[in-house]
């Protein structure tokens, strides 16, 4: 079944970065767009970039310039790069398809603060 394992998050100071890795199995991940989301304490999960199958990305305004999304489709694996770290980036970070699959990962926490 399809099945996503997110990690990297942790604690980080603001201006701060985190690389977060999200191994992917069940699917033929080279054959579809991948996108990260998160969801901040009380609040709706959000898309915020996702990768398309020829590697074109594309980012919410918010973490546009500070994160980056890539993909390596031989080890099953999607990335995001976060850099410049700010409180507003505290939230529990998924990966899924985009559109997703009805099921998702635990996700990685990230919490950024002083």
């Known amino acids: 079944q399809v099945k996503f394992v997110e990690s990297g998050g942790g604690l980080v100071q603001p201006g701060g970065s985190l690389s977060l890795s999200c191994s992917t199995s069940g699917f033929v991940l080279s054959n579809y767009a991948m996108a990260w989301y998160r969801q901040a304490p009380g609040k709706q999960r959000e898309w915020i970039a996702n990768v398309g199958a020829s590697g074109a990305t594309l980012y919410t305004a918010s973490v546009k310039g500070r994160f980056t999304i890539s993909r390596d489709d031989s080890k099953n694996t999607v990335y995001l790069q976060m850099n410049n770290l700010q409180p507003e980036d505290t939230a529990v970070y998924y990966c899924?398809?985009?559109?997703?699959?009805?099921?998702w990962g635990k996700g990685t926490q990230v919490t950024v603060s002083s």
């Open positions: 899924n398809r985009r559109p997703p699959f009805d099921a």
